[in-house]
């Protein structure tokens, strides 16, 4: 249905207004956003700032008022909704299985409207329930009565993966999961992210999340207008206002570090002592300051050589920007170093 040479298509979102009727304000009001082909962009914004609304547009669970919504090209107001969602995998807040049908029917439900082979269609429904961590022999079968809120969650995300569309809308996908099992979802999410390279967009109140997943974060207000939409580095760097820095909160600098890893910064070719912890040049800048402050030290030995603290110090204050936003440059020592040592005191 859509362009899918880069794995994902490109979603491109004019003008678009969603005024419920006997509303006195528009709940989405002349939104305009592009979201390039297999990226994945993160909502943040406050309860009914319109974010659910502004995605049940994109797949026509609700109508627009007015405005454009084109996904690889094409305009999506133009296809017919069925045939449309059946193109656009969905994971809800409520997570919306039907209960009169078992979590394997439940996820190869999409495979099955698109004329899948009985054999494909339940090995992808194995794969997917082990890939969101619910064993398949214990769970095909179940009803979603019989499954917690969480577990229920996950078989959401399955479904939405199951077909394997260009297109995925996720809203607040992992929000009833305990921490354990939303950071093992978030980091598979990521490895397959990086594989499929899906356009995505995903609704969270987790900044954190935010940062971990996005390649971008639209930070919305109220009736979905956009504050600021750019990279997460770039977010973090330069917040556009108050507004935005609320949002993400005191510790910046700690969140940035773990943007970056340990072979992003330029190590010490030193002899190592046999003392010195030692970090993988795929930990986070914040994995190896945590290394270092467990271990009392202010370095760890890595594969290309000694990170020092001040050299994470250095990368946290001339992190250089890709995207629309210029960096901020502070001067090392009195800006980041500072806010650094101000977020490890807390
Ligand atoms: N069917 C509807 N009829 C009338 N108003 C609605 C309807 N659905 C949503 N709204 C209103 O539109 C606004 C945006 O709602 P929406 O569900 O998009 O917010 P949200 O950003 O997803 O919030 P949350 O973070 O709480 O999920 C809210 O003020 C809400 O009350
Ligand atoms: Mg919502």
């Known amino acids: 249905m859509f362009d899918r040479d880069t794995g994902g298509a490109r979603i491109e979102l004019r003008a678009l207004t969603k005024h ?8 989405v009001d002349n939104v305009d956003l592009d979201i390039p082909a297999g990226e994945l962009v993160v909502f943040v914004g406050p309860s009914g700032c319109g974010k659910t609304t502004t995605m049940k547009m994109i797949n026509r669970l609700v109508e627009p008022t007015s405005g454009e919504i084109r996904i690889g090209g094409q305009d999506v107001l133009s296809l017919h909704p069925d045939e449309l969602r059946r193109h656009i ?13 078992t979590i394997g029917q439940n996820i190869g439900l999409v495979p099955k409207l698109l004329g899948w082979s009985a054999a494909r269609t339940a090995d992808r429904v194995e794969e997917l329930l082990t890939l969101v961590n619910l064993e398949p022999s214990a769970f095909h079968d179940r009803y979603p009565s019989q499954l917690s809120g969480g577990q229920q969650q996950r078989v959401g995300v399955a479904r939405a993966l199951a077909a394997d569309p260009p297109v995925m809308l ?18 598979e999410f990521v490895k397959l992210q990086k594989q499929l390279r899906k356009t995505i967009i995903f609704v969270t109140h987790d900044f954190e999340e935010a940062i971990k997943l996005g390649d971008r974060i639209a930070v919305l207000r109220e009736r979905s207008h956009i504050a600021q939409y750019d990279t997460p580095a770039n977010i973090l760097a330069n917040p556009a206002d108050d507004y935005v820095a609320g949002f993400i909160g005191q510790d910046a600098t700690l969140k940035r570090l773990a943007l970056l890893r340990v072979a992003d910064v330029q190590c010490e070719r030193q002899p190592m002592s046999a003392d010195m912890p030692r970090i993988t040049a795929d930990a986070s800048l914040r994995e190896a300051l945590d290394v270092m402050l467990a271990h009392g030290t202010d370095r760890c030995g890595s594969p290309s050589g000694v990170l020092t603290y001040d050299a994470l110090c250095e990368a946290v204050g001339t ?17 980041p170093a500072a806010a650094l040592k101000e977020a490890v005191r807390r």
């Open 319 to 335: 992190e250089p920007a890709s995207g629309t936003a210029p960096a901020r440059k502070e001067p090392v020592g009195a800006g």
């Open 170 to 187: 996720m809203d607040e996908p992992f929000g009833a999961t305990d921490p354990i099992t939303r950071e093992h979802l978030q980091n």
């Open 20 to 27: 419920y009727p006997g509303q006195p304000a528009p709940a």
């Open 89 to 101: 995998g969905y994971a809800i807040q409520q997570v919306g299985l039907f209960p009169h049908l």
